[in-house]
């Protein structure tokens, strides 16, 4: 029998959130592995690692926000927004104060267009908007809108800002850096970043790679996983008798069995037993619930 759950791994720094699944994927002899929200090889932090059948619901997680601990060094910019890029200009930064810093920050919170870093995964024309810029060709990318929930200054030893950040999926903190060291007058680049949560997933209860190992080795992987539904559980919850679950399993649609139902809403279904058995999602031109996903076993 595979592995189903998810695993909330600690991400170490200098590997890919790839090389971590497929670290994961040997380790646990699973072969449906994947991951929620990819972090930088330089970042650290939170790594959902979906196994088994909880890859099916790797897609609804990317909704989920998202909370980053980044170090931020005024004064110096480079062309990838990080520490890994080359150093494009060096600034005099002295004249950013306290009050400066926290006007500007001020300015970033809420609803927001943001331009992604040109040294980024986003695909032009099919190809990954890094390889182009690595080939030396012109990239403009649009700016696209994220949300900051919160913005919080944890400390500030200048040239050094540490920013606590809660946001949308799709936000750069990149390119937050970067446009904060614009805003400023005197350049930024992210030094480092930690992923502190993802949804419910939170980095006090995370695991790194080598506790995830050990745990394989002594037959206590179950205790690390979450349930499939976890990330879930701010949904609606719907409990279905023998019959509809049944009808749910083999992808019947079922009448409404809930109130209050919008349009594209998605809820939780479970049978007598309480097993979590489908996503679904209701569709107001039949007036039914659709199995969007099915869980059985």
């Known amino acids: 029998m595979g592995v189903n759950g998810i695993l909330n791994v600690n991400k170490p720094g200098d590997c890919t959130s790839f090389s971590v699944v497929a670290k994961i994927r040997r380790m646990t002899g699973e072969k449906r592995v994947g991951h929620a929200g990819t972090l930088d090889p330089a970042a650290t932090g939170v790594l959902p690692i979906c196994l088994g059948q909880a890859t099916r619901i790797t897609e609804y997680l990317h909704a989920l926000s998202k909370r980053y601990v980044a170090d931020i060094e005024l004064g110096i910019s480079t062309d990838t927004f990080d520490g890994q890029g080359r ?63 919160r913005l ?27 446009d904060l060291g614009e805003r400023l007058g005197c350049g930024a680049y992210l030094k480092a970043l930690t992923r502190t949560a993802y949804g419910q997933f939170d980095i006090r209860d995370s695991h790194s790679p080598e506790e995830i190992q050990s745990a394989v080795e002594n037959g206590k992987l179950q205790s690390l996983l979450y349930s499939a539904d976890y990330p879930l559980l ?24 809930a109130e209050d139902i919008s349009v594209g809403t998605l809820c939780r279904a479970y049978d007598p037993e309480d097993r979590f058995i489908a996503i679904m999602k209701f569709r107001p031109e039949t007036g039914l619930w659709h199995p969007e ?5």
Do not use: H
């Not at 701010?234 to 069995?257: C, H, M, N, R």
């Not at 996903?293 to 076993?297: P, T």
């Open 234 to 257: 701010d949904w609606q919850k719907l409990v279905l008798d023998q019959k509809t679950a049944g009808e749910v399993l083999t992808g019947t649609d079922i009448a409404p069995v």
């Open 87 to 149: 150093v494009i200009s060096c600034k005099e930064a002295s004249g950013v104060t306290l009050s400066l810093l926290q006007l500007a920050l001020e300015s970033f919170q809420g609803i927001i267009d943001q331009v992604p870093p040109i040294y980024s995964a986003i695909k032009i024309n099919g190809r990954q908007s890094y390889s182009l810029a690595r080939e030396g060709i012109k990239i403009s990318l649009k700016p696209r809108q994220v949300r900051i929930e």
């Open 152 to 178: 919080e200054m944890l400390a500030f030893e200048p040239p050094y800002v540490k920013l606590s950040i809660l946001c949308s999926k799709g936000t750069y903190i990149r390119s937050l850096a970067n």
């Open 293 to 297: 996903k099915v869980f059985n076993g």
